[in-house]
């Protein structure tokens, strides 16, 4: 998840903005992707008609195709979940060890749906022809067999997935930003929905990994930028009280500071957090 000011040229707007960076670097993944799984299914019926042919046994080019594309069309049918799973089910929000497990037992789902939407597509094409096709063939564990293949598949799949969501989210962090008269507004970034938030409705933001947590009214959204990030972008409206926490000036209702130099900050929202003394100077600045 990245966000930025909205400029002139416009977080959400003009290709000049980082949702522009955006469009362009998705469309730059899409034909890359689309070239490398061109590429990839090319060589990989290339090599079957080659190893049919030197074992001697007899089988149509077109045939080899029908069952390289149905493959094919089965991962493309899987890659709206994978997608999905990866942008939603990753830490801070699960732990590392609870990832792999989820990655793990998804594989069995996602094997079980390619192998028989390919064995659909190619009844349906050999019907067309008058013939059946039988799947099992002389393999005495196909179903073993195809799922061994398909976890490598899968996994290039997730990977894939999770370094192009890691591109989209930082597309654009570095284009310096423009100051602008009126409200400035956070894009976050959250799977396939960008949410507008505007600073004056965020109460505080709180480090959580290389994530932080934006406290936007009864919401709380996890935004991928680190807080000096945020920070920067949201100016002098804010204040850092604690090395993990900024809060929005405005929202500060009351301040009780103990003996020990730290203090308590109550929020207009009715959340007290907790300040640390080393960054009292800024707030009472």
């Known amino acids: 998840m990245q966000g930025t000011r909205v400029t002139g040229s416009g977080t959400s707007g003009g290709d000049g903005g980082t949702n522009g960076a ?16 061109t590429a990839i299914m090319v060589a990989d019926a290339e090599s079957m008609m080659s190893d049919f ?20 069309i089965a991962w493309l049918s899987l890659a709206p979940p994978i997608w999905y799973m990866i942008a ?22 996602a094997s079980a749906w390619h192998i028989g939407l390919m064995i659909v597509l190619r009844k349906i094409f050999y019907a067309f022809e008058g013939q059946a096709y039988h799947f099992f063939g002389p393999l005495k564990n196909p179903l073993l067999y195809e799922y061994r293949k398909d976890v490598g598949t899968y996994l290039q799949w997730a990977g894939m997935a999770t370094i192009a969501q890691w591109l989209l989210a930082t597309a654009g962090a570095a284009t310096p930003s423009r100051q602008q008269t009126g409200a400035a507004f956070l894009a976050v970034l959250d ?16 480090a959580a990994g290389n994530y932080v947590e934006i406290a936007w009214g009864t919401r709380t959204l996890l935004h991928r930028a680190t807080l000096a990030m945020v920070e920067a972008e949201l100016g002098g ?18 301040v009780e500071t103990d003996r020990s130099g730290d203090f308590t900050v109550d929020l207009a929202n009715g959340v007290s957090v907790r300040g640390s003394r080393r960054y009292r100077a800024a707030l009472q600045a």
């Not at 799977?191 to 709180?206: K, R």
């Open 22 to 37: 955006r469009r362009r670097l998705a469309l730059l993944l899409g034909a890359g992707f689309a070239v490398i799984l």
């Open 53 to 72: 042919a030197a074992a001697g046994v007899p089988v149509t080019r077109t045939h080899v195709w029908v069952w390289e594309v149905s493959s094919v």
């Open 88 to 109: 939603k089910v990753r830490p801070p929000r699960f732990t590392w060890v609870q990832v792999a497990l989820i990655l793990v037992l998804a594989t069995v789902p």
């Open 191 to 206: 799977g396939a929905v960008t949410h507008q938030v505007p600073a004056v409705e965020i109460d505080q933001v709180v």
């Open 237 to 254: 409206d804010f204040v850092r009280i604690h090395r993990s926490r900024i809060v929005r000036r405005a929202a500060i209702r009351r």
